[in-house]
């Protein structure tokens, strides 16, 4: 069965500081692919960055890095210069290639930027 | 602007009443889906569906409802609401049915209260 796993149900970090959130994920899929979202109040949600399984590299999007360990089963998400406006709530995701119908989220995140 | 929109963005109904969330996406996207979000839990696929006229169940599917006749739209049927349903409702859409790489656009949610 597919599982994501986020352990950190609320983080505080300082503004322009560096943070990392955490996501560990269990699947019997060899190719998939995993996703970090930021859940603001408002309530949209905002897709921030991907990465596939067989990437060599690991996916960076402006701020937004991704710090995949395959091995490990982990994907942590890295905010680098934390600004107030990151304070919000990060689900990690992910989708199989062979089961590609569904996604499945983890419990979030909630971060929270200190000034 | 390419987007999806559902409505409404809130809705306090009571138990036993019949009622449908719209969904539309103009992004001539072939995936949609339907997700709630409870606090601690993420969020949890409802529904899917691959294109017109094919949709299949999600995780939670019990108590819902939906059809996929036209492309754009997916609307979510609640049958006989249950204050068990109480949630926050997401539509969500993404460009490939069958690519893990494909993100999920997510509309603005609709949050609904059962009493």
């Known amino acids: 069965a597919q599982k994501i796993t986020q352990t950190q149900p609320g983080m505080f970090v300082q503004e322009k500081e560096a943070v990392t959130l955490d996501c560990t994920y269990d699947?019997?899929?060899?190719?998939?692919?995993l996703f970090w979202y930021k859940q603001p109040s408002s309530g949209e949600m905002i897709f921030l960055i991907y990465?596939?399984?067989?990437?060599?590299q690991n996916a960076t999007e402006g701020r937004y890095s991704l710090n995949f360990q395959k091995a490990r089963k982990s994907a942590n998400l890295v905010i680098s210069a934390s600004q107030l406006g990151d304070s919000a709530m990060y689900f990690c995701?992910?989708?199989?290639?062979?089961?590609?119908?569904?996604?499945?989220f983890g419990s979030g995140t909630k971060l929270n930027v200190k000034p | 602007e390419a987007q999806v929109t559902q409505n409404p963005r809130y809705l306090i109904t009571v138990t036993g009443k019949k009622l449908t969330v719209t969904c539309s996406q103009n992004?001539?996207?072939?995936?949609m889906s339907w997700y709630r979000q409870d606090p601690g839990l993420g969020l949890r696929q409802i529904y899917y569906?691959?294109?017109?006229?094919?949709?299949d169940k999600g995780d939670v599917p019990e108590g819902y409802k939906v059809s996929r006749k036209e492309k754009r739209n997916f609307p979510l049927i609640l049958e006989s609401p249950s204050p068990n349903q109480t949630s926050l409702y997401f539509c969500?859409?993404?460009?490939?049915?069958?690519?893990?790489?494909?993100?999920?656009?997510f509309g603005n949610g609709t949050r609904l209260t059962v009493t």
């Open positions: 699947t019997s899929d060899q190719s998939y692919g």
């Open positions: 990465q596939g399984s067989y990437d060599e």
């Open positions: 569906s691959m294109n017109v006229e094919v949709t």
């Open positions: 992004m001539n996207h072939e995936y």
């Open positions: 995701a992910m989708r199989g290639f062979y089961n590609f119908n569904k996604f499945y």
């Open positions: 969500a859409s993404s460009l490939s049915a069958g690519a893990a790489n494909s993100p999920l656009h």
